[in-house]
């Protein structure tokens, strides 16, 4: 009578050691299909799933991409960012160019949709897209601008001031960098001004055990709006001791919203956790030199210091539409380059915009400003860095 074979999986699982090199070497992909082995090999996935805190990235240039027609759809140039995740995103922020998010993905001849009898041209919407390669639930929050600056997986940045392009930036669950989201509609009438910290707080859906909002990401299709006073309240409630960052964009998408055909005309992204630190500057309109841009980050590193390595770090720059390669005399990714050499690990994500919001932070010295003060957030003609590390 001849021996029964041994169980591939039980020999594993008698040595967990063995086990756990193995699993260090698979991406996400491959570790939730083995996780279907048994309740053990879940479990201890489940586990390494939660130490893999590492955010995800892409930058597709999908105006190079046409030239080549190497794809049955465009869609697929978004396979290879997700091919091999080694985390989970479960929250992403998405710019995308106004000439793509208007177009669509389109599908390639070759496509055996596009061959079919009944195929009447088709473009595909672009947000959704991303958020159907991604896990569910992951949220993802869609800004659409005219242009987008944008980091590949080589860090390479990039300045797409038009065309087609998209870029992304995605965070697994980490409970040393918490993120709560809000959007409202130029319909929700709204007055912030007399409210204090915890009542904008629970404006913004943050939870009372969160903690200081350490950087605020504001987005808004209006410039005039009540809506517009919520960074404004949030800049003079903390003293100026908030980093505060966005701008004015084309539209708003967000995919926790039940109703897909509306777009909220505000977004507020707040970043909460003991060990976030960010450092905010603003390039603004009188620096029209590439000397003078570098010499006005090069301050800006100073104070950043050493900055992590990209699983730790990020930067976005939000810059006037004016201020491109038009403006350093056609010169382009002048201060996208700037930014690179000065960080050469962060991975770098921002827009093209209708103007911008930031301030100088850490402030300095600066007095807080008076409720009839109007904070020097708003912008035009500049660009605006932040960096965040956790």
């Given at each position: 009578?001849?021996?029964?074979?041994?169980?591939?999986?039980?020999?594993?699982?008698?040595?967990?050691?063995?086990?756990?090199?193995?699993?260090?070497?698979?991406?996400?992909?491959?570790?939730?299909?083995?996780?279907?082995?048994?309740?053990?090999?879940?479990?201890?996935?489940?586990?390494?799933?939660?130490?893999?805190?590492?955010?995800?990235?892409?930058?597709?240039?999908?105006?190079?991409?046409?030239?080549?027609?190497?794809?049955?759809?465009?869609?697929?140039?978004?396979?290879?960012?997700?091919?091999?995740?080694?985390?989970?995103?479960?929250?992403?922020?998405?710019?995308?160019?106004?000439?793509?998010?208007?177009?669509?993905?389109?599908?390639?001849?070759?496509?055996?949709?596009?061959?079919?009898?009944?195929?009447?041209?088709?473009?595909?919407?672009?947000?959704?897209?991303?958020?159907?390669?991604?896990?569910?639930?992951?949220?993802?929050?869609?800004?659409?601008?005219?242009?987008?600056?944008?980091?590949?997986?080589?860090?390479?940045?990039?300045?797409?001031?038009?065309?087609?392009?998209?870029?992304?930036?995605?965070?697994?669950?980490?409970?040393?960098?918490?993120?709560?989201?809000?959007?409202?509609?130029?319909?929700?009438?709204?007055?912030?001004?007399?409210?204090?910290?915890?009542?904008?707080?629970?404006?913004?859906?943050?939870?009372?055990?969160?903690?200081?909002?350490?950087?605020?990401?504001?987005?808004?299709?209006?410039?005039?709006?009540?809506?517009?006073?919520?960074?404004?309240?949030?800049?003079?409630?903390?003293?100026?001791?908030?980093?505060?960052?966005?701008?004015?964009?084309?539209?708003?998408?967000?995919?926790?919203?039940?109703?897909?055909?509306?777009e909220p005309s505000f977004l507020g992204i707040?970043?909460?956790?003991?060990?976030?630190?960010?450092?905010?500057?603003?390039?603004?309109?009188?620096?029209?030199?590439?000397?003078?841009?570098?010499?006005?980050?090069?301050?800006?590193?100073?104070?950043?210091?050493?900055?992590?390595?990209?699983?730790?770090?990020?930067?976005?720059?939000?810059s006037c539409v004016a201020r491109g390669s038009?403006?350093?005399?056609?010169?382009?990714?002048?201060?996208?380059?700037?930014?690179?050499?000065?960080?050469?690990?962060?991975?770098?994500?921002?827009?093209?915009?209708?103007?911008?919001?930031?301030?100088?932070?850490?402030?300095?010295?600066?007095?807080?400003?008076?409720?009839?003060?109007?904070?020097?957030?708003?912008?035009?003609?500049?660009?605006?860095?932040?960096?965040?590390?956790?």
């Amino acid at each position: 009578m001849s021996k029964m074979q041994p169980d591939p999986g039980q020999i594993l699982t008698s040595f967990p050691e063995v086990m756990h090199k193995i699993l260090s070497y698979l991406n996400m992909k491959q570790l939730n299909t083995i996780s279907r082995v048994c309740k053990f090999w879940c479990e201890e996935i489940g586990r390494l799933k939660k130490k893999r805190c590492s955010p995800l990235w892409f930058y597709v240039n999908v105006e190079n991409a046409r030239e080549c027609m190497q794809y049955d759809c465009e869609s697929d140039l978004l396979d290879s960012a997700f091919a091999k995740p080694w985390s989970e995103p479960s929250y992403g922020i998405v710019f995308c160019t106004n000439d793509l998010h208007k177009v669509g993905f389109e599908i390639g001849k070759d496509s055996p949709v596009r061959k079919a009898k009944r195929y009447k041209k088709e473009m595909l919407p672009v947000i959704p897209e991303v958020t159907k390669r991604l896990p569910h639930p992951c949220t993802v929050l869609g800004i659409v601008s005219s242009g987008v600056i944008g980091t590949d997986s080589r860090l390479v940045c990039e300045e797409m001031e038009e065309g087609s392009a998209i870029c992304g930036w995605f965070l697994p669950s980490n409970p040393s960098l918490r993120h709560y989201h809000f959007t409202l509609s130029e319909k929700q009438c709204i007055s912030v001004d007399e409210m204090s910290k915890a009542e904008l707080h629970r404006l913004m859906r943050i939870p009372e055990d969160a903690g200081d909002i350490k950087l605020l990401l504001f987005f808004a299709t209006s410039h005039d709006h009540g809506a517009l006073d919520v960074p404004m309240s949030l800049y003079r409630q903390y003293d100026k001791r908030i980093a505060i960052a966005g701008g004015f964009v084309d539209s708003i998408e967000d995919s926790t919203l039940a109703d897909a055909d509306s777009e909220p005309s505000f977004l507020g992204i707040a970043f909460c956790g003991d060990n976030i630190q960010v450092v905010e500057t603003v390039i603004g309109y009188h620096i029209s030199t590439e000397k003078e841009a570098r010499q006005e980050m090069e301050k800006f590193k100073s104070i950043c210091g050493d900055c992590p390595s990209s699983a730790r770090s990020v930067g976005f720059q939000f810059s006037c539409v004016a201020r491109g390669s038009q403006f350093y005399a056609g010169n382009e990714n002048v201060e996208s380059q700037i930014f690179r050499s000065l960080f050469p690990q962060t991975p770098l994500f921002g827009f093209f915009g209708n103007g911008e919001i930031g301030h100088k932070y850490p402030p300095g010295d600066q007095s807080p400003p008076s409720k009839s003060e109007r904070p020097s957030i708003f912008h035009g003609y500049s660009s605006v860095f932040v960096v965040m590390s956790w």
